[in-house]
């Protein structure tokens, strides 16, 4: 199968994670590193992960997704920021974009693959970027920390290809993963068993139970305020529309022309409501002392 070319990694990335799916991975894992104060997150914690996005992204990623994205992300961040410590360039603040001839960014793109596209856009959410990967350092075979001097470009190839491609499609362990931690009981085939007792077994298995508890209530919290703020929304349009409907122009109309209030009073009054359609309901219900300390303040 040939390799994919960077731009067809690119549209493919943001075919699967659009921007503000992006975004809300970020938040989490700004969250992560807050929490944990600069650890690498493992497959646990990308699981998780995976169901606390349900509710802002209203999609289902695999933890493989994750994982892969939060690597993509961390590579980036590598490129734009060893592209902002370059020497050779001037830098446009307000663009976050750098400044130099045109020969010399070819020849730095073609030094350093994936960089082009930072000539007229920065990298979005810099410093989210920042707050997660600064102080990141992974460690084993696949570890790479930014304190590190720049790797070269076959093996920042090597890095990218084995972290953006860790498979052709979705596993079955995947799948079982994700259905363990959204029912709450593990039963993937590939269970370790524990050498000695089964108390280590179960305290595992209550530590997972915990960990998707706690993010469902999250997920459920998140959706039960979005449905109550749809609800009261409902409501307010409900009420809006009867308010006009019961208290027209006409309506409050005859209410001031029965107040028997001066000619100016009158006036500004029926201005004041001809020009604010929202308010013929409020005026409608409103108190005989209210209704006639509104008026005399717009006669003042």
């Known amino acids: 199968m040939p390799r994919k070319t960077q731009a067809e990694d690119e549209a493919e990335d943001r075919l699967i994670w659009p921007p503000p799916h992006a975004h809300q991975l970020l938040i989490l894992l700004e969250d992560f590193v807050r929490k944990t104060h600069g650890a690498i997150p493992n497959i646990k914690d990308f699981k998780v992960m995976v169901v606390k996005l349900l509710g802002p992204c209203a999609k289902r ?35 976050n974009t750098p400044m130099c001839d045109t020969d010399v960014w070819d020849d730095y793109c073609k030094a350093n693959p994936g960089v082009s596209k930072f000539k007229y ?4 959410d810099y410093e989210m970027h920042k707050n997660v990967f600064e102080k990141s350092n992974a460690t084993g075979g696949l570890g790479y920390s930014l304190a590190n001097p720049p790797c070269d470009v076959d093996d920042e190839a090597d890095i990218e290809d084995r972290f953006l491609h860790p498979d052709n499609g979705r596993s079955d362990d995947d799948e079982e993963a994700f259905q363990d931690y959204i029912g709450g009981q593990y039963s993937g085939s590939k269970r370790a068993e524990p050498s000695s007792g089964r108390g280590r077994g179960r305290k595992k298995r209550t530590t997972e139970a915990d960990c998707v508890s706690a993010a469902m209530m999250e997920v459920a919290s998140a959706l039960k305020l979005r449905a109550d703020v749809s609800m009261a ?33 009158y006036l500004k009054a029926m201005q004041y409501l001809m020009a604010n359609k929202e308010w013929h309901g409020i005026f409608g219900r409103m108190s005989d002392d209210i209704r006639w300390s509104w008026i005399a303040s717009l006669d003042c």
């Open 61 to 95: 990623y695999r933890p493989a997704q994750v994982k892969s994205k939060y690597h993509r992300m961390r590579i980036i961040y590598g490129k734009f920021k060893k592209l902002i410590n370059h020497t050779g360039f001037g830098w446009d603040f307000d663009n």
């Open 121 to 124: 856009v920065g990298l979005s």
């Open 233 to 265: 929304s409902q409501r307010l349009h409900s009420e809006t529309v009867n308010n006009e409907e019961e208290f027209t122009l006409a309506a409050c109309q005859k209410i001031v022309d029965s107040m028997g209030v001066t000619p100016t009073a």
